[in-house]
């Protein structure tokens, strides 16, 4: 078997792994499953119908700059160094957010990243915190809460409070750090004269599927948004929209204790998390027109006369970042939410090249960089290995002179050309196999960082130069719009930019410091390949072919350095000179 057949055998399977390992792993080693959602009827799982409607449904007529400047009750603002906003003081609703730090676009005014919006708005997105009970008058979308401070923020609480005639206080604590994490507290008072019974609940609600900057977010194979959370000492990602759909109001119910569960899109995430270790049961359902609900509601507690009852709820709204969600889990005890960033079943080894990256960009200041000092960093690495591949590659350069003759010899008894072939490897010590090692090596490397680049927010829109402005998105200059002078913007599998075609170009002269084919149709075959990758790379993160196309400069570099060194090369050229 020649080397180069192994080369390109070797390249074929690593882009089939980045494509499709995910599938493949999910047939092959599936996760597993969760256990079967407990059904109303096998547990306790009451969801009230304040939950399920807690607002009427609004028609989407409204701008979020419409829907706030009409609003009917007065609102609280939310200031933090990341994160600006207001709550809506009818229904106590979390319904206005903006991320300060995160943009729509990477141009210098763009607009940043909404979040949360306010029913009656195409991308409503909000969240809600109430009780409910029998027998008691319990707020609900309607109801217009006091608050005790205009302004919440990190150093500066707000506290609203309802009283309800009969007796009963109701208090909700809200809290907010310096970054994505509010915590709110839930408080009624009983006091009345008999005793009342009280369930607090927290819910999200969501309009429409997941978007970013405007745009629908992907909800594939390889990285799943939509409904999401952890309980059962499990990673839920098998709900989408169209499962909520099918199962309507009645939901899919579970018991959650130590987990979260909400809604998550490719770069952000709103989920809720009780907090400390209670139980709450819990639940996903489709509403009417197109709007979805995450909620979960505690175990129902007898207040007796002058007593009271609290609970408290973590809420995060915000982008996914790494460390960030990794502090969460430990310091606010949101159990395995750094799982929130769909790593995907290669997570143990994306995650140590993520933080390499990470380090390196903190180092440098420049995510391209940080790739190209990857590069070499992981070539460093494979030196050792990459030496003995080059070296059975030149031993197979140095023997192609009798493997002609042998196909010569023998071009009418293949069995008999294959056989002294095999005898020719084992005279000259060439195993054409030890080429394809290294290849192998870089495959999960290749795909790890293939997900880096596609679910890490702090990868986003990070510029390299001139015009590779953002990292996480294919190469946008093609000569196929003559660089943009032709006013028509050509579809991806057609775009083929300038990191694409020097991917190409580098792979053709890898491919020719290989040894060549004994059939001259299998050389041209292998001597197109490089073009098609070319095609295929073409609508990956630029980040990507940068990587692909700085390892190739290295490899050829190394390849003739090693090939200059080689004395059976050197033996060979100096008799071609005689």
Known sequence: MDSSRNM???????????????????????TPPPPAPETAEEADVVLPASETAPVEETAVTQTVDEALGTATAARIAIETPRLQGSINL?????????LLDHFETNEPDSAPIRLLAPEGTEASYFAHFGWAGDGVEMPDGDTIWQADSETLAPDSPVTMRWRNGTGQLFEIELQVDE??????????????????SARPYALLMHRGEMQSAGAPDPDTWLIHTGPYGFWDDVLHRDLDFSDLDEAGSAGERFALQNGWLGFNGKYWLGALAPAGDRQVDAAFMALTDGRYQAVFTGQPTVIEAGRAMTADTHFFAGAKETHLLERYEVEAG???????????????FELPLFYLLSWLFTTVGNFGVAIILMTFIVRGLMFPIAQKQFSSMAGMRAVQPKMKELQERYKDDKPKMQQEVLALYQREKVNPLAGCLPIFLQIPIFYALYKVLLVSVEMRHEPFALWLQDLSAPDPLTPVNLFGLLAFDPPSWLAIGILPILLGITMYLQFKLNPAQMDPTQQKIFEFMPWIFMFIMAPFAA?????????NLLTIAQQKWLYSRDPRLKEQAKMAKE
């Open 543 to 551: 980040g990507l072919q940068l990587y692909w196309v700085t390892s």
């Open 334 to 348: 949101i159990n395995q939410l750094d799982r929130a960033i769909d790593w995907g079943w290669f997570y143990w």
């Open 90 to 98: 009818r229904g106590a609703r979390i319904d206005d957010l903006v």
């Open 8 to 30: 390109i055998l070797a390249i074929v399977l690593s882009a089939l792994v980045l494509i499709g390992w995910s599938f493949v792993s999910e047939q092959v080693a599936p």
């Open 179 to 196: 970054d994505f994490l509010f915590t709110v507290g839930q408080r009624v008072s009983n006091t009345s004269d008999a005793p009342i």
